[in-house]
Nanobody
Framework: QVQLVESGGGLVQPGGSLRLSCAAS????????MGWFRQAPGKEREFVAH??????????HYRDSVKGRFTISRDNAKNTVYLQMNSLEGEDTAVYYC???????????????????WGQGTQVTVSS
């Protein structure tokens, strides 16, 4: 079992920044593939970013709309994955979820069903 706890959400003005954190426990963190998803009211949960396990080189992947603005990273010593969000826009408003999976292939990283573990979510609101 893996437990995930997100933090760092809040209210920010357009153009501002936030850093989300997700602390993991229950399994060797470095073996996990980690993802961030988000869900806005009335919309489906959507992929935001992914970082592969250490053995897979910790490569990163993003949805097109956040490339150049968001950065996913991991600290295996702290069992934590981060999502640095810059130049935030109103369309980024959503509940952000951290997710973890194992044995994932690259073409499946944007599919929520491939992740076996989820955090409770943290609200990000971008508004003036």
């Amino acid at each position: 079992q893996v437990q995930l706890v997100e933090s760092g959400g809040g209210l920010v003005q357009p153009g501002g920044s936030l850093r989300l954190s997700c602390a993991a426990s229950g399994r060797t963190f470095s073996t996990l593939s980690m993802g961030w998803f988000r869900q806005a009211p009335g919309k489906e949960r959507e992929f935001v970013a992914h970082i592969r396990s250490r053995s897979s080189g910790s490569s990163t992947h993003y949805r097109d709309s956040v490339k150049g603005r968001f950065t996913i990273s991991r600290d295996n010593a702290k069992n934590t994955v981060y999502l640095q969000m810059n130049s935030l826009e109103g369309e980024d408003t959503a509940v952000y979820y951290c997710a973890a999976g194992t044995g994932m292939i690259l073409r499946s990283i944007s599919n929520p069903a491939q992740y076996g573990y989820w955090g409770q979510g943290t609200q990000v609101t971008v508004s003036s």
